[in-house]
């Protein structure tokens, strides 16, 4: 079973997405009470502004509990480490560290060619 690795690149583009959503959801909002869809009960109707603050306030702050909610996954997945049962688990580790692919090879007991494509395909996938 392979581990879920969340990319920086696609937690940016969830974070894009969900940005997007909302920023639809504010325009929607403020054209329904733009066009008399919304009166308060109590006192007048706040300005178009404060209403836009209000709700970029709460926005914010739910994109922030996200933010630290999705930062808390992404170090969690990357403290999985793999296990050491294998000497290509191990290549791939010595790859993640940055190694060359001799030192690779020479390191896991793995033929040169072998630790030339480990350290092609993990060196390219450090975050």
Do not use: F
């Not at 997945?77 to 296990?83: A, D, E, G, T, Y």
């Not at 940055?98 to 060619?113: D, F, K």
């Amino acid at each position: 079973m392979e581990a879920l690795v969340i990319t920086w690149r696609e937690l940016l583009v969830a974070v894009v997405a969900v940005l997007g959503v909302h920023a639809a959801e504010l325009v929607l909002l403020l054209r329904w009470s733009a066009g008399g869809g919304a009166r308060w009960k109590r006192g007048a109707q706040p300005s178009a502004e404060s209403q836009l603050l209000n709700g970029m306030s709460l926005e914010i702050a739910e994109l922030r509990k996200q933010v630290v909610r999705l930062q808390a996954e992404v170090d969690k997945l990357k403290s999985i480490s793999l296990p050491a049962a294998s000497p290509y688990n191990q290549a791939i580790q010595m790859a993640r560290q940055g190694l060359s692919a001799p030192e690779v090879a020479s390191g896991c007991g793995i033929s040169r060619g072998e630790a030339e494509l480990i350290v092609a395909l993990y060196r390219k996938l450090r975050i």
